[in-house]
Antibody, heavy 116, light 108 residues
Framework: EVQMEESGGDLVHPGGSLRLSCVAS????????MSWVRQTPGKGLEWVAN????????YYVDSVKGRFIISRDNAENSLYLQMNSLRVEDTAVYYC?????????WGQGTLVTVSS | DIQMTQSPSTLSASVGDTVIITCRAS??????LAWYQQKPGKAPKLLIF???NLESGVPSRFSGSGSGTEFTLTITSLQPDDFATYYC??????????FGPGTKVDMK
């Protein structure tokens, strides 16, 4: 059974930092592209970042470039999102997903709230 | 960057209806187009990938078609469980993905 569990969401002040984690099981994590996708409360989905199987390629939506860093630890079946210089508009539920030719597995999300 | 639009933004329908949702891309995405269903408080669920491929376990009343810049999701004989929001997503490369703004299917 595939399981993906995000953690690390919290309330943080603007300008602050947060690190999200996603632990996966039930599929070959080290052979999978992985993504972070976010959803502002009551709004639509926004792809945030992708990382290749071996971590050698990383891509970001323009709004987070230079502030967020996606990484992974294949030995721990874990995906991370380091979020720096957080803004109010980064407030969202953040999902991790297995991606590539299709985004078929998703976690249940972790809430990040950026507010003063 | 590739922009995605969906129409309509909201669709009111009844059980048994056939529902068609359209997704348009600002550039050719070949057939790299997926559809997701999302219910409140839940993660998105993959329905269709690569334009017309039904994800395992998804009922056959869901189907996808299109190519290039215009795509459709069709739900035949709408069921009570199908009232939800539907998103298209392009993934023309592994690098940059884009979601459409969503189409909410609610009860007439």
């Amino acid at each position: 059974e595939v399981q993906m569990e995000e953690s690390g969401g919290d309330l943080v002040h603007p300008g602050g930092s947060l690190r999200l984690s996603c632990v996966a099981s039930g599929f070959t994590f080290s052979s999978s592209w992985m993504s972070w996708v976010r959803q502002t409360p009551g709004k639509g989905l926004e792809w945030v970042a992708n990382i290749k199987e071996d971590g050698s390629e990383k891509y970001y939506v323009d709004s987070v470039k230079g502030r967020f860093i996606i990484s992974r630890d294949n030995a721990e079946n874990s995906l991370y999102l380091q979020m720096n210089s957080l803004r109010v508009e980064d407030t969202a539920v953040y999902y991790c997903s297995r991606t590539g030719t299709k985004s078929d597995f998703w976690g249940q999300g972790t809430l990040v709230t950026v507010s003063s | 960057d590739i922009q995605m639009t969906q129409s309509p933004s909201t669709l009111s329908a009844s059980v048994g209806d056939t529902v068609i949702i359209t997704c348009r891309a600002s550039q050719d995405v070949k057939n790299w187009l997926a559809w997701y269903q999302q219910k409140p408080g839940k993660a998105p669920k993959l329905l269709i990938f690569k334009t017309s491929n039904l994800e395992s376990g998804v009922p056959s009343r869901f189907s996808g078609s299109g190519s290039g810049t215009e795509f459709t999701l069709t739900i035949t004989s709408l069921q009570p469980d199908d009232f939800a929001t539907y998103y298209c997503q392009q993934y023309n490369s592994y690098s940059i993905y884009t979601f459409g703004p969503g189409t909410k299917v609610d009860m007439k």
